[in-house]
């Protein structure tokens, strides 16, 4: 056997090693054993579920080049979790919490959005060949992925690699930056919560909304929650995959026809399946959202569509290079330039409307981390609220694709 020769072949097996991968990061960052917690304080479990399928590519175990399961999740999994996901969107919920809620949140989305092209422009002005690059190897295309990421989480930032198309080495690099500079925001921001009630007091919040949140929160629950049937996961994955189906076959005929009309749109991406597909299957999740299909999520239909994500992002993580970051440092500069960005406009904003620490922690982190650390974030203030980062979350995916790739446009112009 050669050097260049995996050891595993067959994607079968690698799909097993994968989810076997999963199923440890899961259940020993649930474990209650001191020595895991104390580890899993420290390192998130979203970097293992990158990070170790990564290291099986690095040490030749498997090869993330010529193996197809990045491609079967991708093409399969992304639109089918994208759907279930936005599916639970409670638009009437959302407001519920309140203007000062709404605000906060959107304000993160806007400071991801505009804080990757002013990074780049700031950074890119200084270091003008660490930031530019051309084709797939273009460092906007890759920050794009951290757009997405950062906004919706990491449906829509796979999402937006397939219709950016950056290089495996950039978007390696990228999803190192994207990990490592959220989770010292998401360290802030857990100490905020740690001191909410003296950082409130200062400013003079009124966290009355809050208390008021917290009975109707428990009230939803002990109504709604049930333990799924084998029906309802049937219906969750005919929802699922059906109108994922339905979104490539829009799809095939949409990018193609403006290909022809209007090709020079192609810049755009307006002319790339994938990014329809993205798009619409999205756009069902949120119309599903306003009729009795929302109801599949009380069988757990986030839950399924969580699943599929974190197939996805162990299939991210065979293609990673875990080196490549050493030869981008810039990169990590960048990323805390836009991560600044974000969170100087989020702290502006709750000094203008004076809301609770609780909204602007859960806003943040609901765009920043999504839907797998916007729970934590609520939870570190009261168990009972850890819904609510779920259902920002569950807005942030379905502004990711748009968000995301608005951000990449902007980036793209403004690109050494």
């Known amino acids: 056997m050669t050097a260049t020769t995996p050891f595993l072949t067959n994607d079968a097996v690698v799909l097993g090693l994968l989810a076997l991968t999963l199923g440890f990061v899961f259940y020993t960052s649930h474990s209650s054993s001191p020595a895991w917690q104390r580890f899993y304080r420290y390192v998130p ?37 994208l759907i279930l996901l936005t599916l639970s969107v409670d638009f009437k919920a959302i407001l519920a919490l309140g203007p000062k809620a709404l605000i906060l949140f959107l304000t993160g989305t806007v400071g991801v959005v505009i804080g990757g092209p002013i990074a780049l422009l700031l950074v890119g002005s200084v270091f003008p060949e660490q930031m530019g690059g051309v084709d797939a190897n273009a460092v906007w295309r890759g920050m794009a992925t951290i757009a997405g990421s950062w906004i919706g989480g990491s449906a829509n930032q ?18 190192t930056v994207d990990v490592i500079v959220a989770n010292l925001w998401t360290a802030v921001l857990l100490w905020m919560a740690a001191n909410a009630k003296r950082l409130d007091e200062a400013r003079g919040a009124d966290t009355r909304s809050i208390e008021a949140l917290k009975a109707k929160i428990e009230q939803y629950e002990a109504e709604n929650s ?15 995959f059906g109108l994922a189906g339905l979104s490539h076959f829009l799809a095939d005929y949409i990018a193609p026809w403006i290909q022809t009309n209007a090709p020079e749109l192609a810049m755009y991406s307006l002319t790339s399946k994938f990014f ?11 119309l599903l959202s306003a009729t009795k299909m929302r109801h599949l999520e009380a069988a757990g239909a986030s839950k399924v569509g969580s699943v599929l994500v974190y197939i996805l992002v162990a299939s991210i993580g065979m293609h990673m290079d875990v080196t490549a970051v050493l030869d981008y440092p810039v990169m990590f500069l960048a990323g805390l330039v836009w991560i600044s960005i974000h969170g100087g406009l989020m702290l502006l904003m709750l000094k203008i409307t004076k809301a609770p620490t609780f909204f602007m922690a859960v806003g943040s982190q609901a765009n920043i981390g999504g839907a797998a650390s916007a729970p934590v974030v609520a939870a570190a203030f009261h168990p009972a609220l850890a819904p609510v980062g779920v259902l920002l979350a569950v807005l942030g995916y379905a502004l990711g694709t748009y968000g995301g790739y608005l951000s990449a446009l902007m980036m793209q112009g403004v690109a050494p």
Do not use: H
Request: with cysteine; proline share 5%; hydrophobic share 50%.
């Open 45 to 81: 479990s979203i970097l293992l579920c990158y990070f170790i399928p990564s290291l099986f590519n690095s040490f030749g175990i498997i090869d993330g080049e010529t193996s197809q399961l990045y491609k079967m999740a991708s093409t399969y999994l992304l639109p089918a979790c």
């Open 276 to 286: 329809w597909v993205v798009v619409i299957a999205t756009t069902f999740g949120l």
């Open 158 to 175: 796979a999402a937006m690699k397939e219709v950016f198309q950056p290089s495996g080495e950039i978007f390696s690099v990228m999803i």
């Open 226 to 240: 049930r333990i799924p049937t084998t029906n309802d996961l049937m219906m969750i994955a005919a929802v699922g």
